[in-house]
């Protein structure tokens, strides 16, 4: 009687407690796991037509594996083919239910082919952005001794987070997850609920990404034009703001009013006054320029594919190491400029410990923010088995980055005569427009933000229509409606609130509240708790990181 109950077949190789129960889907730890159904070549009609049709007896063969795989247990794993019969992997066709084989171009194990160097360099890549402008604007309201010490502690923090993300899939039990993102897995735990959770906090940050983007493609717009007509016309400008004199000039745009500076500036040289002034009337960092980059941008957001747009990526890796040469040629010429007062602060300095230090911390969580994409970034990886030691060590490269570029502009901003207040929430706001090293950062981050763009765009748009229609471009209306939604915000905040630090803050502490700190730690512990492995430490602990998320948010609002 015992023997009637147990599967007719049984998989082959490995250990069975780790298999699945989808078809043909199993352990993604297993080199050979995810394996799609092989059909013969000779069994491909046409193979070298796009669409490659399969032949019945393909087909017929497909259809006795999945009847073999129905022999088995439903709470027990599915067939596995021997190994002796896997084929080499450029042989490999995935088959479809539709009756269409086609060709598998990467590593047939469900895994890229990146070596560790390339997957360290992807992950410092993205998580690189506009954060790195901000970062010593924060350092200042922070101070700068907390400052160093926060960039630390939420790196590490931040990567432990992350990793929760990474191992997340991996305690679901029964289940095969190879497959799944970090949202599926919130479902999983959390139900509808999770779902569109992690659908709302991921919009709150592709779209406070767009908002931000918008107010620095407003700014170096600006800016660069403004150089571009000066130099045209043969015009001198001197902007109505305090500065150093030399060679090397910073300036101090805030010091007038509590405002963002608009585009207010005296000719000194010979000139049509008018035509000057008629520059000035239409070319406004925030009354006009804004504006314009919409015929531009509006037109790409509509595209149904931004594919071409993803090829200048290289862009966002030359902009980061041209802002790390600019910085330390600039700091080369100015020196550094630092004086150490605890809690105490006078004309030029700040203290080492301040109150509004949650301002950093909001910018910081954004800024190490990659941990709704980290998995499919790891799936591309050729060793697997290194994807903690990968992460570690791109995490460390952004902190440092992070430090090098916070801490050099802190440092060297000349105080006196200027006081390190007057750091702006982007810090190219510290140059003028008619600084050469300056003016050709902002033509790098305006190219580069011009095509990161319409990708951003498109992934919000895939992630909303796709939820609520099943199709990710259902219609023009329905993308031209959500486009215009997006772009209107991006030019109310460039009109009324250009504060880059601001917004990054308040998109990501809310997003980080979900991502970074809620959700991996509230799916460990129910894990744990289910598999009974939980501990009181591990409870309290990832209870403490859950009311840090949850601080962090209120702050960004009290300070």
Not at 505 to 530: D, E, K, M, N, W
């Amino acid at each position: 009687m015992e023997d009637d109950t147990k599967p007719l077949l049984v998989p082959v190789g490995g250990d069975e407690s780790n298999y699945g129960i989808m078809n043909i889907q199993f352990n993604p730890e297993d080199f050979k796991c995810k394996r799609p159904f092989h059909v013969e070549p000779t069994n491909i009609v046409s193979v070298n037509d796009d669409m490659q049709r399969v032949t019945d007896e393909a087909s017929a063969m497909n259809k006795r594996i999945h009847y073999y795989s129905r022999l088995t247990s439903p709470s027990d794993r599915a067939l596995i083919a021997p190994d002796h019969v896997l084929p080499a992997p450029d042989e490999i066709y995935v088959y479809s239910p539709l009756g269409t084989a086609f060709k598998v171009d990467s590593c047939t194990d469900g895994y890229g082919k990146n070596s560790s160097i390339v997957t360290i360099f992807m992950i410092w890549n993205t998580m690189m952005g506009t954060s790195i402008l901000s970062i010593p604007w924060g350092i200042k309201q922070a101070g700068f001794t907390s400052g160093i010490i926060l960039i630390l502690l939420m790196g590490i923090l931040t990567l432990y987070c992350c990793y929760r993300v990474v191992k997340s899939r991996k305690m679901i039990p029964l289940i095969d997850t190879s497959n799944w993102e970090f949202p599926d897995v919130c479902k999983y735990y959390f139900g509808s609920f999770g779902q569109w959770s992690s659908l709302l906090f991921s919009m709150v940050s592709l779209i406070g990404a767009m908002v931000v983007y918008w107010v620095l493609m407003s700014n170096f717009l600006f800016n660069t034009g403004k150089f571009i007509y000066n130099f045209v016309h043969d015009i001198n400008v001197t902007d109505i703001v305090p500065g150093t004199n030399g060679s090397n000039k910073v300036i101090c745009p805030s010091a007038a009013s509590g405002h963002p500076p608009q585009n207010r500036s005296v000719m000194f040289s010979s000139g049509n006054d008018t035509g000057f002034e008629l520059f000035e009337e239409w070319w406004n960092k925030s009354k006009t320029v804004p504006f314009y980059l919409i015929a531009v941008l509006l037109p790409l957001l509509n595209l149904k594919s931004p594919s071409f747009f993803a090829k200048f990526n290289v862009l966002g890796t030359v902009s980061v190491v041209y802002l790390v040469f600019l910085v330390t040629v600039k700091a080369a010429h100015l020196g550094i400029h630092l004086e150490y007062n605890w809690f105490t602060e006078n004309d030029f300095f700040v203290p080492e410990f301040r109150i509004l230090f949650p301002q950093l911390t909001g910018v910081l969580t954004l800024a190490f923010f990659i941990h709704n994409c980290v998995i499919t970034l790891l799936q591309n990886n050729r060793n697997q088995e290194n994807n903690v030691r990968d992460l570690s060590i791109a995490y460390f490269l952004v902190g440092l980055t992070y430090l090098y570029v916070g801490v050099i502009i802190f440092a060297s901003f000349p105080s006196p005569p200027l006081s390190k207040e007057c750091i702006e929430q982007n810090f190219l706001d510290n140059f003028p427009s008619d600084d050469i090293m300056s003016f050709v950062a902002r033509i790098f981050l305006l190219f580069q933000m011009m095509t990161v763009y319409p990708l951003l765009g498109y992934l919000a748009r895939v992630q909303l229509l796709r939820q609520f229609f099943g199709n990710a471009y259902p219609s023009v209306f329905h993308v031209l409606v959500l486009n215009v939604a997006i772009v209107g915000a991006g030019v109310a905040m460039a009109r009324f609130y250009p504060n880059i630090g601001g917004i990054i803050r308040y998109s990501g502490a809310t997003c980080g509240l979900a991502f970074v700190f809620v959700y991996p730690s509230l799916i460990y512990v129910i894990s744990q708790h289910r598999a009974g492995q939980l501990t009181w430490p591990a409870l309290v602990i990832h209870i403490f990181i859950i009311l840090l998320g949850l601080a962090n948010l209120i702050a960004q609002f009290l300070l």
